[in-house]
């Protein structure tokens, strides 16, 4: 049989209306507590006699692999890397031509790291090579974002296996860079739509976005609500301008470009002139020649390797 290895690592990304699916994998496959927990599943999870089945596609794609169907052996093959799973037809069930593979045998593969992530609140399970397999960044986005500032922690995220969500004024809108260099983007979501307990994290890049993004309401109540949540949020240059209006600066430590260093120390920050800060689940870095640092630093916040 095929080495099992690099695959459970999807289970964290694959979304699903989780009140009725959880408990029962959790009681079954998930030797943790955990109270509250919301293990993201598939919409298309389905449990057939008291077994839960995942859609494969939704695995391939977490962990961007690859999958072909054998013939010969009646098995959908996953190519992950230098390794391989195979899926007998046998131990699946098709669901409207979607197969669909038991968790059990993603519970019990090789190389998997399963632990509680009590920051998150969530179930983290990971595999070498996709540290942040299951995690998901909103990014908010405006006219006149800085592109270095939204696109490097944005490549280094999805690097390391996570995703990234673009959360604008309006789902479709596209919104260019400020500094004409023709870097264009389409929000995924509106932001009236967005909540903090859809994502693990928040960046806010700088350019001229912020003074449009802090008079945007629903923008604010999404950074209030990732505060409240103790989730990162994570702002550069011009970004923290967002947080001073959504009220969320006071007594904390903070840095940004220093043309608006004024407008943290009035709104109760502690103001520190450093390449990244760090205070709690706030990170707030100064400016592009920063962004090396600044990108480690979300990465590690939402676990992946330590730089």
Not at 68 to 80: E, G, L, M, N
Not at 132 to 138: K, P, S, T, V
Not at 144 to 162: C, I, K, M, S, T
Request: hydrophobic fraction near 45%; glycine fraction near 8%; include cysteine.
């Amino acid at each position: 049989m095929l080495k099992r290895t690099g695959v459970l690592c999807a289970l964290c990304l694959l979304m699903v209306s989780w009140a009725a699916v959880a408990e029962a994998v959790v009681e079954e496959y998930v030797d943790v507590y955990v109270d509250e927990c919301p293990l993201r599943l598939d919409p298309q999870a389905r449990i057939v006699d008291g077994v839960t089945y995942v859609p494969i596609r939704g695995v391939v794609e977490a962990v961007r692999g690859e999958v072909a169907w054998d013939t010969d052996t009646r098995s959908a093959i996953v190519t992950i890397g230098p390794e391989q799973v195979q899926f007998h037809e046998d131990d699946a069930i098709f669901v409207e031509d979607r197969m669909m593979v038991p968790l059990r045998v993603l519970h019990h593969t090789e190389g998997i790291n399963i632990a509680w992530n009590a920051q998150l609140r969530r179930v983290q399970m990971t595999a070498p090579g996709v540290p942040l397999a299951g995690r998901i960044m909103a990014i908010l986005v405006e006219e006149g974002f800085h592109d270095q500032e939204l696109d490097v922690p944005r490549q280094q995220v999805e690097a390391a296996g996570g995703r990234t969500v673009l959360v604008g004024s309006e789902e479709g809108a596209v919104y260019e860079d400020y500094r004409d260099q023709n870097f264009l983007v389409t929000a995924d979501m509106a932001a009236r739509d967005a909540t903090a307990d859809q994502f693990d994290a928040l960046l806010i890049p700088g350019g001229t976005a912020p003074r449009i993004m802090r008079e945007n309401e629903e923008m604010l109540r999404l950074v209030r609500e990732f505060d409240e949540a103790e989730k990162v949020i994570a702002a550069i240059c011009h970004g923290p301008l967002v947080m001073v209006s959504a009220g969320i600066v006071d007594d904390r430590e903070m840095t940004c470009v220093s043309g608006i260093a004024d407008d943290l120390r009035e709104a109760g920050a502690d103001y520190r002139d450093e390449p990244v800060v760090i205070d709690g689940h706030i990170i707030t870095s100064r400016v592009p020649r920063d962004l090396e640092p600044f990108s480690s630093a979300i990465v590690t916040a939402l676990g992946g390797p330590v730089n």
